[in-house]
């Protein structure tokens, strides 16, 4: 069978998506190897997934700065058209060396290679690799800024999204220049998730409302203030129970809480989701996509500044799949109001509906085959080269 190397931003929210595609692409015989930094080495290896290390061994000026922050650096740059400095040139060129090192060694059939990651994508394209975007969101970073318009070619490689059509805008289906394929649900029930959480605190009589912000709730604004809002909302709802994440930062602020609310730094969300009633989003398409396949009705509460996320609450909104509110603004007597709303069965029959389709398209393993059919093409396209 054939070896696939994915490369995704070194971030929770975006290798999340890509799981449950991997473990796919294993069961079918696929070797497939995660290119990431060695940050993420203990959480490849809970997941028992392969990787190699790359991107490694840069100290930056500023020594607080992570590999993410570095890569986001990167992306913006390319975006904007930044000339590079001298460490990030070094850098892009390490990561040249270290790609072509990797390619002579494992020889992979394809990359997989997140739109948020363009280097990587230009050092394929140099080294004549390959590869396809692999994209963890439903807009690619890259259509309309001077990368793209500088590398036409890049702009038409194909397009694989980690979600389904069907939550799409309808006119998003019909894309752009580049082919666009949607692989449907990118969400893994396999995820193994190391948070302890003890279901002796919930009551199973109540409702149970779970409040999520992400991996990092710290970046929106106004997050703090709008936990505290939706703490206070469900304290009123005698009926109800709420499971807040709050993040570290803020964990200290929500030491005491109402005896209707829990409130963890982190939370094991898949295990809690498998059993609430409603989810109370910022809109990150993971969780999402976590909710639809549960058959779990959501409050989108999109945080400024952002660019997916109003758009992931508007996508909510317009399949009929839940409710939208204004993080910075809303009142405990207004999310009271949405909660109840969101419980109406009008909704829970369209999220019903649309969780019967998910399970349809993670059934017949749509993701496989369309990754299959880009290998197909790729031995395709390199069987004529040689011949002529």
């Avoid at 460490?87 to 090192?101: H, P, Q, W, Y």
């Avoid at 890049?154 to 692989?183: H, I, M, T």
């Amino acid at each position: 069978m054939s070896t696939i190397a994915i490369a995704m931003l070194p971030e929770l929210g975006h290798l999340y998506a890509t799981l449950k595609l991997a473990r796919s692409l294993r069961s079918h015989g696929h070797q497939v190897y995660y290119l990431i930094g060695s940050d993420y080495e203990p959480y490849m290896r809970a997941q028992d997934l392969d990787f190699i290390s790359l991107g490694d061994g840069f100290t930056p000026p500023n020594k607080t700065s992570t590999q993410l922050d570095l890569m986001e650096y990167l992306l913006e740059a390319r975006m904007q058209d930044w000339v590079l400095d001298g460490f990030f040139t070094r850098m892009v060129e390490r990561l040249r060396e270290e790609t072509a090192s990797l390619t002579s060694r494992l020889r992979p059939d394809l990359f997989l290679i997140d739109p948020y990651l363009p280097d990587i994508a230009l050092i394929a394209r140099e080294l004549k690799l390959p590869f396809v975007f692999l994209n963890s969101n439903l807009t690619n970073p890259l259509r309309g800024t001077a990368v793209f318009n500088s590398q036409p070619e890049l702009a038409q490689v194909p397009e694989l999204v980690l979600c389904a059509s069907e939550f799409d805008f309808p006119q998003a289906r019909q894309g752009g220049k580049s082919p666009r394929f949607y692989l449907g649900s990118g969400v893994d029930l396999q995820r193994k998730e190391n948070d302890s959480f003890d279901w002796q605190k919930v009551d199973r009589t109540k409702r149970l409302i779970l409040c999520s912000l992400g991996s990092q709730p710290q970046s929106w604004t106004g997050a703090k203030r709008f936990l505290h809002v939706i703490v206070d909302a469900v304290s009123e709802l005698t009926d109800s129970q709420l499971i807040v994440g709050t993040g570290a930062l803020f964990a200290p602020e929500f030491q005491r809480v109402p005896a209707n609310v829990i409130a963890m730094p982190r939370l094991p969300q898949l295990q809690i989701l498998r059993r609430a009633d409603v989810l109370i989003t910022h809109g990150g398409l993971n969780s999402i996509q976590e909710a639809l396949l549960l058959g779990i009705p959501m409050i989108a509460f999109p945080p400024s500044p952002s660019a997916d996320q109003p758009l992931n609450a508007g996508r909510i909104t317009c399949h009929g799949l839940g409710l939208t509110g204004n993080m910075t603004t809303v009142t405990a007597e207004q999310a009271r109001a949405l909660i109840e709303r969101v419980m109406q069965p009008g909704i829970r029959k369209q999220v019903l509906a649309f969780q019967q389709l998910l399970q349809k398209m993670y059934a017949e393993e749509r993701d496989v085959k369309i990754v299959e059919a880009v290998l197909a093409s790729v031995e395709k396209k390199r069987a004529t080269a040689l011949a002529v």
